[in-house]
Nanobody, 123 residues
Framework: QVQLVESGGGLVQAGGSLRLSCAAS????????MGWFRQAPGQEREFVAA????????YHADSVKGRFTISRDNAKNTVYLQMNTLKPEDTAVYYC????????????????WGQGTQVTVSS
């Protein structure tokens, strides 16, 4: 079992920044990949970014590339999503997820999920 707890969401103006955190517990994450997904009202959940814990190899969705950065802190067992130059269309509930093995852009392949944190970007 892996428990995930997100934090760091909030209300920010367009052009601003936020950093989301996802604290993991329950297992050593060396063989896991971690992902961030988001879901806006009335829309399907979409992939944002993912990181392979073992070597910090990352992948970002085109919609956030150059603005968002996923990273991890091994000592704190925490994954971060640094979000810069936020846009109103980034407004969503952001979820952290974990899966054993290679990272994936498909939410159905992730085994563990956090409760989500709301990010609202005003224009």
């Amino acid at each position: 079992q892996v428990q995930l707890v997100e934090s760091g969401g909030g209300l920010v103006q367009a052009g601003g920044s936020l950093r989301l955190s996802c604290a993991a517990s329950g297992r050593t994450l060396s063989s896991y990949s971690m992902g961030w997904f988001r879901q806006a009202p009335g829309q399907e959940r979409e992939f944002v970014a993912a990181i392979r814990w073992s070597d910090s190899w990352t992948y970002h969705a085109d919609s956030v590339k150059g603005r968002f950065t996923i990273s991890r802190d091994n000592a704190k067992n925490t994954v971060y999503l640094q979000m810069n130059t936020l846009k109103p269309e980034d407004t969503a509930v952001y979820y952290c997820a974990a899966r054993g093995g290679y990272l994936s852009v498909y939410d159905r392949l992730y085994e563990y999920w956090g409760q989500g944190t709301q990010v609202t970007v005003s224009s």
